[in-house]
């Protein structure tokens, strides 16, 4: 598997001499570069080398997370300590991690059998990080959402007005300000929804709080044998369960016409290794009405999250502004579930 234009640079500023690998107390074969990491045939088996962007607070919080799923879930990825005993090492000023390779296929969400087993998979990921608690602030995201909506309201309405003020409008704005008034609203609509709901009493109750991994991509669930894995942990957070499910939901459909049955399908076996109320699923559907793919490339272009050329930043806001009306039949139809 070969690495997008963007990963190929950033694989670029990784250091990969003998000696780095030394601090983990591995002897390398050879190298292979794989969306964003390298992984890395050593004596000790293949493991996966990282280059940690973020703080060792937050790595640390990683660890402590998959140490405590552990317990209960073993089909994580898993960190391989140096000579020192860290899960790290600072190399050449930057921060590298080892993990042991995971094995399986990426899943295939148009495959209902890998839908199937990755819904239950999560249900018994969420199970097993129920109780778990960290002090760290920024990753507790319990009860903030309701705010955090109403902030995405005044980012949006800034990304409107620097798209108004540009004298030599480029498609990408053209295109944006054609639709984000009607995001706006959608977010708006999102709030007001969860305001309604039961959500602050769901984030009271112990049992509807686990560790969201926040992040789940196609690529970061492996199916092997029958059963679902998951690797990559990097935007974990401590958030209500059905934040995870909103998550997993959206990156299900959008490749496939808002198919709510798929949906469905994620619930009702999430629902066989877990449990959701009827008031969890009114929160989940306030959270699937929030647009997260037409807020997410705007703030990427017009806050520069992202290092793309303007044919890519174009080219996802043309398709994800494109099923407008696939995504309202969904929450349509979801409603009435």
Not at 160 to 182: G, M, P, R
Not at 239 to 259: E, M, P, Q, R
């Amino acid at each position: 598997m070969f690495p997008r234009y963007s990963e190929r640079k950033y694989l670029t500023k990784y250091d990969l001499c003998v000696e780095l690998f030394d601090k983990f107390n591995l002897k390398v074969y050879d190298v292979m570069p794989i969306r964003g990491v390298y992984m890395a045939s050593t004596d000790r088996g293949e493991k996966i080398l990282k280059k940690v962007e973020y703080t060792k607070e937050e790595l640390k919080f990683i660890y402590s997370i998959l140490d405590y799923i552990r317990n209960k879930f073993s089909r994580i990825v898993d960190f391989v300590k140096g000579a020192d005993g860290e899960i790290y090492t600072i190399w050449d000023g930057n921060m590298y991690c080892v993990m042991d390779v995971v094995q399986g296929k990426e899943c295939n969400f148009s495959n209902p059998v890998d839908l199937t087993i990755a819904a239950r998979g999560l249900g018994e990921l969420h199970n097993a990080s129920e109780g778990f608690k960290t002090s760290l602030y920024t990753k507790y995201n319990n009860g903030k959402l309701i705010d955090t909506f109403k902030r995405r309201v005044q980012e949006m309405e800034f990304f409107k007005n620097i798209a108004s003020i540009h004298e030599n409008k480029t498609e990408f704005d053209e295109i944006f300000l054609k639709n984000v008034d009607y995001y706006i609203n959608q977010i708006k609509a999102s709030a007001d929804m969860l305001e309604k709901s039961c959500y602050y009493k769901l984030c009271s109750e112990e049992d509807k709080i686990v560790v969201c991994h926040h992040d789940l991509a196609y690529h970061n669930i492996l199916i092997n044998d029958g059963e679902a894995y998951f690797i990559d942990f990097d935007y974990a957070i401590i958030d209500l369960k059905v934040h995870d499910l909103c998550n997993f939901i959206n990156k299900v459909i959008k490749n496939f016409a808002f198919d709510v049955d798929k949906a469905n399908s994620i619930i009702e076996n999430y629902c066989v290794k877990n449990t959701l109320s009827k008031r969890e699923i009114e929160v989940l559907k306030a959270m699937l009405a929030f647009p997260e793919d037409f807020y997410s490339i705007s703030r990427d272009y017009y806050a520069k999250r992202k290092d793309w050329d303007e044919e890519v930043f174009l080219d996802r806001l043309k398709r994800k502004s494109s099923y407008k009306e696939d995504r309202e039949e969904f929450l349509d139809k979801f409603k009435i579930i």
